[in-house]
């Protein structure tokens, strides 16, 4: 039986969702969650892994580019523990500086107009961040 992970790219307006479903499969992007309250977004979250039986979630950790936690990442500890709560799975991070700027390069790279892009930027960066964290889990298997 194959693992099922969702990875989350949590912006301040939308979410972005990425899954792999196992195997040696990379992350596809999945969708896009307004993000109206904080309930509501992990409740979608919740209905999301259920649909797909997800075991896993992978939330993307806003360190600074030093390195360093800053303010949101204090605000993402919270967003965090509150889906922690709310799944009854494993909810873990992965480092997620730069994938939005990866996310956007690979858009630009593929030719997609400006509005396509602007659609899709949080659900590539779910990619970034959920494909990042399998190749370093893969490398330590």
Do not use: C, N
Not at 21 to 47: C, F, H, N, V, W
Request: aromatic fraction near 2%; hydrophobic fraction near 45%; charge should be positive.
């Amino acid at each position: 039986m194959s693992v099922v992970v969702l990875g989350l790219d949590v912006g301040t307006v939308r979410i972005g969702v990425a899954i792999s479903e196992g195997g040696d499969l990379p992350a596809m992007p999945l969708a896009t969650i307004e993000q109206p309250s904080r309930a509501k977004a992990i409740g979608e979250i919740i209905r999301m892994a259920a649909e797909r039986r997800a075991t896993t979630l992978v939330v993307g950790y806003p360190l600074t580019l030093a390195g360093e936690r800053g303010p949101a990442a204090t605000k993402m500890d919270a967003f965090i523990a509150d889906l922690r709560k709310a799944f009854d799975g494993e909810v873990t991070t992965a480092d997620e500086r730069l994938t939005s700027a990866a996310a956007s390069k690979r858009m630009r790279d593929s030719g997609l107009s400006g509005s396509k892009r602007r659609r899709l930027v949080d659900r590539i960066a779910a990619v970034e961040i959920l494909d990042g964290w399998l190749a370093r889990r893969k490398g330590h298997s």
